[in-house]
């Protein structure tokens, strides 16, 4: 081939002309387009537009408080000094929770709020690629040993109202990240409770005492299986225990929780 019609074809290559420099124009714009899905371009905190990847603010990262060193073995409470990594705190001694382990991945102060209200009342998708890497982190042991995710519900008038479920979507961004399945219909909110919100944790357990239930035809996939639920505030523990109740009630082998958040001191916070 002459000099001039390489040359040519390099040039046109360079400017995307030819099939390679196509397909790499193509396979550029895609990238770019999953890179906006994954990485959104406003802040997950504050919604303002950011630029380059990460989600957040660069400045605001440590305003996050991501759940680190040791926890309580069972519901996954932080404590302020060296313990062993089975040990218990004294709430889960005096009174086990129905279910097994509980993490989480942030604790919920104004960063972490900020985001799980953009998620829950706007509507936001785009943050659940990095909130389900994070869950699935800050879930690792649990999630090694389970079989099935079950987001807790909505009462079908919230559903409605709301047209999407969070703890749904944050069960599937998971699911993507680790591989384990996700069990829509599990459970079901029978009560359609008042907002938790503003209520002691007495109240939170009795504003939930009988709102959930197994259904007939999700007892076969249950029975005898590693369930993890996934919410995406753990604030007292008051709903997760009364999912728990019922899904051990059905036969679950073991019931773990994992949500994006959790308030700390839960079981004494009225929020
Ligand atoms: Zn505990």
Request: charged share 20%.
């Given at each position: 081939m002459a000099?001039?019609?390489r040359l040519h074809i390099a040039e046109a290559a360079s400017e995307g002309h030819s099939p390679r420099g196509r397909r790499s124009t193509v396979i550029a714009a895609a990238a770019a387009h999953l890179a906006r899905v994954i990485w959104p371009r406003r802040s997950l905190i504050t919604g303002e537009a950011i630029a380059g990847p990460g989600g957040i603010e660069p400045d605001l990262w440590p305003s996050l408080d991501f759940v680190r060193g040791p926890i309580c073995a069972r519901c996954g409470e932080p404590f302020e000094i060296d313990v062993d990594r089975d040990q218990v705190?004294?709430?889960?001694?005096?009174?086990?929770?129905a279910y097994d382990r509980a993490r989480a991945?942030?604790?919920?102060g104004d960063a972490a709020?900020?985001?799980?209200?953009?998620?829950?009342?706007?509507g936001r998708r785009d943050g659940l690629a990095l909130m389900g890497s994070w869950m699935a982190h800050a879930g690792e042991a649990v999630l090694a040993e389970a079989d099935v995710l079950v987001p807790v519900p909505?009462?079908?008038?919230?559903?409605?109202?709301?047209?999407?479920?969070?703890?749904?979507?944050?069960?599937?961004?998971?699911?993507?990240?680790c591989g384990v399945r996700v069990c829509l219909d599990a459970l079901v909110r029978r009560r359609s409770t008042p907002s938790q919100a503003g209520l002691t944790a007495d109240g939170r357990r009795r504003n939930v005492q009988g709102a959930f239930t197994v259904q007939k035809g999700a007892v076969?996939?249950?029975?005898?299986?590693?369930?993890?639920?996934?919410?995406d505030v753990l604030t007292t523990g008051a709903t997760v225990e009364a999912c728990a109740r019922v899904l051990k009630r059905s036969g679950a082998a073991r019931v773990?929780?994992?949500t994006l958040a959790r308030v700390a001191g839960a079981g004494t916070h009225p929020i």
């Open positions: 000099k001039s019609s705190c004294g709430d889960c001694l005096v009174t086990p929770p991945a942030l604790l919920y709020r900020a985001m799980v209200l953009a998620l829950k009342r706007q909505l009462h079908r008038f919230r559903m409605a109202q709301r047209g999407f479920n969070q703890s749904v979507w944050l069960a599937a961004a998971l699911s993507r990240r076969s996939r249950i029975a005898g299986r590693s369930v993890v639920l996934v919410d773990d929780v994992l």
